[in-house]
Nanobody, 122 residues
Framework: QVQLVESGGGLVQAGDSLKLSCTAS????????MGWFRQAPGKERDLVAA????????YYTDSVKGRFTIVRDNTKNTVYLQMNSLKPEDTAVYYC???????????????WGQGTQVTVSS
């Protein structure tokens, strides 16, 4: 089993930055693709960014390209999401997830964190 714990969320103003962290325990996730999803009230949970096990491949949804960066440190079993130039529409609960089967841009991830709230005020 893999446990994922997110941290770093909070209340910020538009234009500010936040860095989310997701630390895995239970086993190493170095071979797993990792993703950050978000869910706003009344909306579906969507993939925001993903990174392959080696870190060589990344994906970003169009609305965050150029503002968000996903990186991982496999020595720390941790994935990060650096969020710059935040907008009110980025407000959501952000979830970290691990995919044991490999690269995926769908929601079929195997392990999920509990989520961390990000609120961006205008």
């Amino acid at each position: 089993q893999v446990q994922l714990v997110e941290s770093g969320g909070g209340l910020v103003q538009a234009g500010d930055s936040l860095k989310l962290s997701c630390t895995a325990s239970g086993r190493t996730v170095r071979s797993y693709a990792m993703g950050w999803f978000r869910q706003a009230p009344g909306k579906e949970r969507d993939l925001v960014a993903a990174i392959s096990g080696s870190g060589s491949r990344t994906y970003y949804t169009d609305s965050v390209k150029g503002r968000f960066t996903i990186v991982r440190d496999n020595t720390k079993n941790t994935v990060y999401l650096q969020m710059n130039s935040l907008k009110p529409e980025d407000t959501a609960v952000y979830y970290c997830a691990a995919n044991t089967a490999g690269w995926s841009l769908g929601g079929n991830y195997d392990y999920w964190g509990q989520g961390t709230q990000v609120t961006v005020s205008s």
